[in-house]
């Protein structure tokens, strides 16, 4: 079993859906929280970061974090196509303070 | 300005070649990390630096050669690599402190012939 598990899609939605993408661990030692995205052919870019539980929001987006089910939520609302790349899920715990763990990625595409 | 900046952007080299990656960034960070991602994959750590010093090698191939001149620049020297080395090569660079978010450049996009 991996540690970071991420549905890898393909998702497609119609523009201006709420995009919901998710990640399960097993770590439960884990405590950072991130989202990157990833555009084709590009590095990832940091979008969301979260420490412990809770929500944050920025924006269309908004990161959940559920250590007691150890999952963990990103929610994009009023989906636009330029949010079409590939979403990573990575979380470190506290003790490891260089690497991080991925999930393997979930490609969304929003369509006009 | 959360800017890593990675050269060159695309790199095609023979298996008897030597050629080098270079990884830049301004953010004061002190620990810098090479990564390799294959299609449709995420990435892998290959090489973390902290405090411009060696601190995880996750078993990479000597083929690859890490180095840290300062604290804004890391190289990684490629020597003698194999078509299945051909890869987008991240850099990416954060604060050495546990949870500190990692930010990452755009990439070397290296295919080995």
């Known amino acids: 079993q991996k540690e970071v598990e991420q549905d890898p899609g393909p998702l497609s939605v119609p523009e201006g859906a709420i995009v919901s993408l998710n990640c399960t661990y097993s770590?439960?030692?884990?405590?950072?929280f991130m989202w990157y995205r990833q555009y084709s052919r590009k590095g990832p870019e940091l979008l969301m970061y979260t420490y412990s539980s809770g929500n944050k929001e920025d924006g269309r987006f908004t990161a959940q974090v559920d250590k007691s089910s150890k999952y963990i939520s990103l929610f994009i609302r009023d989906s636009q196509p330029s949010d079409s790349a590939t979403y990573l899920c990575?979380?470190?715990?506290?003790?490891?303070?260089?690497?991080?763990?991925f999930g393997s990625g979930t490609q969304l595409t929003v369509l006009p | 300005d959360t800017e890593v900046t990675q050269t060159p952007k695309h790199l095609v080299m023979g298996m008897t070649n030597k050629k080098s990656l270079k990884c830049e960034q301004h953010m004061g960070h002190r620990a810098m990390y090479w990564y390799k991602q294959k299609a449709k994959k995420p990435p892998e750590l290959m090489f973390v630096?902290?405090?411009?010093?060696?601190?995880i090698n996750e078993s990479v191939p000597s083929r690859f050669s890490p180095e840290c001149p300062n604290s804004s620049l890391l190289n990684l020297h490629l020597h003698a690599l194999q078509p299945e080395d051909s890869a987008l090569y991240l850099c990416?660079?954060?604060?050495?402190?546990?949870?500190?978010?990692?930010?990452f450049g755009p990439g070397t996009r290296l295919t080995v012939l």
């Open positions: 630096y902290s405090y411009e010093k060696l601190s």
């Open positions: 990416a660079s954060s604060q050495p402190r546990p949870g500190n978010e990692q930010f």
């Open positions: 990575a979380m470190r715990d506290s003790g490891s303070a260089r690497q991080l763990t």
């Open positions: 770590n439960s030692a884990f405590q950072y």
